[in-house]
């Protein structure tokens, strides 16, 4: 089977997002199967989370969008964890997105571009910058599934409804293959958590059932420039995206 693209997406920063595109394409691949980890946020923090040192010269995902394109497969590297692989980024992608404005086509490009390497790998995650711009657009494009990390503090729902516009506007009405995952998670703060879990009603049953608690060894591996389950594997972050790996394995096979 050709692998099931998942999008980590939401416009609003800090999140969540590289977290758990590190965490969950670092728990599919340890699971063996074969995960892609494409960084499509010019902030380059799924790359400098998995240890890449990046030079001037290097290819990167910005390759795939200038003109002439170069194929994926050139982009892409392996990492210290067997199984994962990384379409890296830096800032440099964020020149070439503001070109992209201009391409026919152009919502397409990521996902004609994953097509040619699909095949090669089970899952393929994709980590978004912060923004509803076109980047975030051709990641939607190409994407199976979309998963909406929601941080449980005070507005976490604010925005919502314009990315799911965002998204409605790109792949229509009846795309309906997107999901909350409620992040940085702290039980002990039970009106806050009554609060968001009040403003997320209207969306009550696309709230995916893992959450991921506060969970300082997440933090500490971004800052140590590598995945959780090297960093700590046993920690309540790790276990909680895990679990979430489970999860989305076993609704797809439901689907
Ligand atoms: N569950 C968690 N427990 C503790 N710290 C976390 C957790 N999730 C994320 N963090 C920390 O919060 C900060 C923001 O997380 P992250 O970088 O994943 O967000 P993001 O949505 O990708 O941000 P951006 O919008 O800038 O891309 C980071 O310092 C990260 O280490
Ligand atoms: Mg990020």
């Not at 070439?96 to 490009?109: C, F, S, T, W």
């Not at 997107?178 to 039970?190: F, G, H, K, N």
Request: positive net charge.
């Amino acid at each position: 089977m050709p692998a099931k693209t998942i999008l980590i997406a939401t416009h609003k920063g800090g999140t969540g997002k590289t977290v758990t595109a590190m965490a969950l394409s670092t728990a599919i691949a340890l699971s063996k199967k074969k995960c892609l980890l494409v960084d499509l946020d010019p902030q380059g923090h799924s790359t400098l989370g998995l240890g890449l040192e990046l030079h001037e010269a290097d290819i990167t995902i910005r390759e795939v969008f200038s003109e002439p394109p170069q194929p994926i497969a050139r982009v892409i590297r392996t990492t210290h964890v067997p199984g994962l692989d990384i379409a890296p980024s830096n800032i440099r992608l964020a020149r070439v997105a503001q070109a992209l404005y201009m391409r026919p086509r152009r919502e397409d490009l990521l996902k004609r571009a994953l097509d040619a390497i699909r095949p090669q790998y089970d899952f393929i995650i994709i980590d978004c910058p912060p923004s509803l711009g076109i980047l975030v657009e051709i990641g939607i494009a190409a994407a199976d599934l979309i998963i909406i990390p929601c941080q449980m503090e005070a507005r976490a729902a604010d925005g919502l409804v314009d990315l799911l516009e965002v998204i409605t506007l790109i792949r229509g009405e009846q795309f309906n293959a997107w999901q909350i995952l409620l992040t940085r998670v702290d039980s002990r703060r039970t009106i806050t958590n009554e609060a968001v879990l009040a403003s997320l009603s209207p969306w009550k049953n696309k709230i995916l059932k893992s959450c991921i608690p506060q969970s300082e060894p997440l933090n500490q591996a971004q800052i140590q420039r590598t995945d959780i389950y090297t960093f700590e594997p046993k920690s309540k972050g790790a276990l909680a995206y895990q679990a979430l790996k489970q999860e989305i394995i076993n609704n797809g096979k439901q689907s």
